[in-house]
């Protein structure tokens, strides 16, 4: 049997992470969560698909191909979080589990950002744990997947 996989998908402006704002969103690049990431599924026994997108359309692609393929999605759709439907109703498609993460604390921030359509959807959320958050959200799909 073919392990089992989780796509890790980043929205918008997540590509700029580690050049602006850190105390926000500290200093660890995109390219240090991929590697968080790899370490976690790789601990967890999972094959690991990593992207990130600046287009809506780009990222619901993206998890109807994981749903196509059976993979869990652990997801941090950036400002989408708070304003698509459309990512909603494609997340709420997929079988497998699906993890919110995100970095900062949005409970804890700006009144637009308590509203998240994606936990609507999803199995459990790891949200202001910084990057390591990664990490512990694929820890949960793992352990969902048990
Ligand atoms: O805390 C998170 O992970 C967010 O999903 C990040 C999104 C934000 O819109 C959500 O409300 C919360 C934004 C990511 C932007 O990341 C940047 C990082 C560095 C510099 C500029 C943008």
Redesign the pocket.
């Known amino acids: 049997m073919s392990a089992r996989t989780v796509y890790v998908l980043n ?4 590509n ?6 850190p105390s ?2 500290g200093t660890a690049t995109l390219a240090d969560v991929q590697a968080l990431c790899a370490d976690a599924a790789d601990a967890a026994g999972l094959e690991l698909v990593f992207r990130q997108s600046n287009h809506e359309g780009v990222l619901i692609d993206w998890v109807q191909e994981a749903f196509e393929v059976g993979a869990a999605i652990v997801g ?4 989408y ?2 304003t698509s439907i459309a990512i909603m109703d494609a997340l709420a498609v997929v079988e497998a589990p699906v993890v919110e ?4 604390d ?1 409970h804890a ?1 700006e009144e637009f ?1 308590h509203q998240s359509y994606v936990s609507l959807v999803a199995d459990d959320a790891v949200i ?1 744990r910084g990057a390591e958050g990664y990490t512990e959200a694929i820890r949960r799909v793992a352990e969902l997947w048990s």
């Not at 941090?76 to 400002?79: D, I, K, V, Y």
């Open positions: 929205g918008p402006n997540l700029l992470l580690g050049r602006r704002d926000v969103y941090n759709f950036g400002a979080t708070h993460v995100h970095i900062s949005i921030r950002r202001g």
